[in-house]
């Protein structure tokens, strides 16, 4: 099972919105509805900020989006925060009953 | 609240094991999966497998077949990830993650602090 595959990084500045490509394969991301995002600041364990490709957990701000198309997902953050600089990562559960993460995007906020 | 709290770093010779515990508190251990992945230095997540305690079954990445086992005891709700043959690439911080049902499938929704483990001659 190949890793999904995420920009390496993608910037924007305070305000702006940002989007965040996952692609994957027909075993995968476009197998299941079963999508999610997480969030990893530095030296910290990751959160779940995205499941079911577009919802959110209770607490997390709205912001956050996601979506799918085909074989591949994009996670969208509108108005972007200082606070969102981050490692971001997508991870799909696969036909083989197991899951898979995509590389990480690095989100810089200018 | 849920609290996964993992063991304490571990130093290794290639070629020897290593084990790494997780031990849960808060929520009802039984009734939820767990799931181990690493992150190697400056690279990104990698699912090694999970353990569902209720069940005792486990499954593994194709990765990690035959290198890793995951066991749990549902006495102490304390989950164990043990991986063998170790070499230098699998230096790495290995989380334990409760695997939750949210929506349609099962999530990762929380996570241990992380074990480094590093291996080195």
């Known amino acids: 099972q190949s890793a999904l595959t995420q920009p390496a990084s993608v910037s924007g500045s305070p305000g702006q919105s940002i989007t965040i490509s996952c692609t994957g394969t027909?075993?995968?991301?476009?197998?299941?509805?079963?999508v999610s995002w997480y969030q990893q600041h530095p030296g910290k364990a990751p959160k779940l900020m995205i499941y079911?490709?577009?919802n959110r957990p209770s607490g997390v701000s709205n912001r956050f989006s996601g979506s799918k198309s085909g074989n591949t997902a994009s996670l969208t953050i509108s108005g972007l925060q200082a606070e969102d600089e981050a490692d971001y990562y997508c991870?799909?559960?696969?036909?083989?009953?197991?899951?898979?993460f995509g590389g990480g995007t690095k989100l810089t906020v200018l | 609240q849920v609290q996964l709290v993992q063991s304490g770093a571990e130093v290794k010779k290639p070629g020897s094991s290593v084990k790494v515990s997780c031990k849960a508190s808060?929520?009802?251990?039984?009734?939820?999966?767990i799931s181990w992945v690493r992150q190697a230095p400056g690279q990104g997540l990698e699912w090694m497998g999970r353990?569902?305690?209720?069940?005792?079954?486990?499954n593994y990445a194709q990765k990690f077949q035959g290198r890793v086992t995951i066991t749990a005891d549902k006495s102490t709700s304390t989950t164990y990830m043990e991986l063998s043959s170790l070499r230098s690439e699998d230096t790495a911080v290995y989380y334990c993650?409760?695997?939750?049902?949210?929506?349609?499938?099962?999530?990762?929704?929380?996570w241990g602090q992380g074990t480094l483990v590093t291996v080195s001659s």
């Open positions: 808060g929520g009802t251990f039984s009734s939820y999966a």
């Open positions: 027909s075993s995968d991301v476009g197998y299941y509805n079963y």
């Open positions: 991870s799909s559960y696969t036909s083989s009953s197991t899951w898979v």
């Open positions: 353990i569902v305690p209720i069940l005792g079954t486990a």
């Open positions: 079911d490709v577009s």
């Open positions: 993650a409760r695997m939750f049902k949210l929506g349609g499938w099962y999530y990762f929704d929380y």
